[in-house]
């Protein structure tokens, strides 16, 4: 079984992204946000009940590193989208370039530590 953290959620939604092929990037002024996969599809992924991710998001709120956006789901903060791409450069360069090429992960990697 696995041992739920922060961290491990973190992992999970960026192996989700490399397995689904798919990095949903958002661009505002101020930030950079990053979609994360559903509670639910995480709780699948990890195979763990739903109820075991829901506290987890909560801490992740209050750290703010994520924010739930009404009808649009969960994107992580600045905060966030920093811890997430240091783990995608760390541990899933090479798969996450796959999908969004090098230029463009290099500029995003590059923009997420100036926001």
């Not at 109820?51 to 590193?65: G, H, K, R, S, V």
């Not at 783990?87 to 590059?110: C, D, P, R, T």
Request: glycine letters at 2%.
């Amino acid at each position: 079984m696995v041992v739920l953290s922060v961290d491990c959620l973190f992992d999970a939604a960026v192996r989700i992204q490399v397995e689904e092929r798919s990095v949903s990037i958002t661009f505002t002024r101020d930030a950079i946000s990053i979609k994360f996969p559903t509670t639910r599809r995480l709780a699948e992924f990890l195979e763990v009940p739903h109820y075991y991710i829901l506290p987890y998001f909560a801490m992740m709120e209050q750290e703010e590193l994520v924010t739930r956006a009404e009808r649009v789901g969960i994107l992580t903060t600045v905060k966030g989208s920093r811890k997430m791409i240091a783990l995608m450069n760390e541990k899933y360069q090479q798969e996450i370039e796959a999908i969004l090429g090098h230029v463009i992960f290099s500029e995003f990697a590059q923009r997420c530590e100036l926001a």
